[in-house]
């Protein structure tokens, strides 16, 4: 294998990890971590209806609007990367299910989104530039717990920060 190739690999695995920090970001309503992955000048689009503007200021909408919901978890799949020197693109597929209450029916809703993303490295380091959340289709439905979490914490009490200290 080639320098150039291993270099490629580690940029591909270096946005890959922000793409993750993201999902974990949102998930744990940690705001400064979800702040992280994106450039100062950044912006996101994720449709007129919901958000539109600097790309940090999203995560303040995702994490003030997901605080209301019972549960909530994001899986990315299928990333694909394609690098320019200190730019790259990218697609990932992204999972979300979250729970809440509808007067007293526990219900849950399903979102199928793609992240089209632009990122950049600048000064050492990639970021996100721009990413354009689209929504493939969604659900809502009526569910029935199998037991109730009492482990997993929606801030940095779950049990992951204790681990994943240099996800911070």
Known sequence: MTEAQILAIADKQAITELIYRYCRAVDRLDISLGHSIWH??????????????????????????????????????????????DRAGSEAYCFATLRMKRGEALTQMMVWTRYIDRWSRRDGRWGLDHRQAVRDFDEVRA??????????????????YAVLASGR
Request: glycine letters at 12%; charged letters at 20%; a negative charge.
């Open 143 to 160: 569910v029935t717990p199998m037991s109730d979490p009492q482990t997993a914490r929606r801030d940095i009490g779950d049990p992951s």
């Open 40 to 85: 100062a000048d950044a912006t996101a689009d994720y449709g007129a209806g919901y958000y539109q503007g600097p790309g940090q200021g999203v995560i303040d909408r995702i994490c003030r609007d997901h605080g209301s919901l019972l549960h909530h978890t994001h899986q990315v799949t299928n990333i694909l990367i394609d690098l320019d020197g």
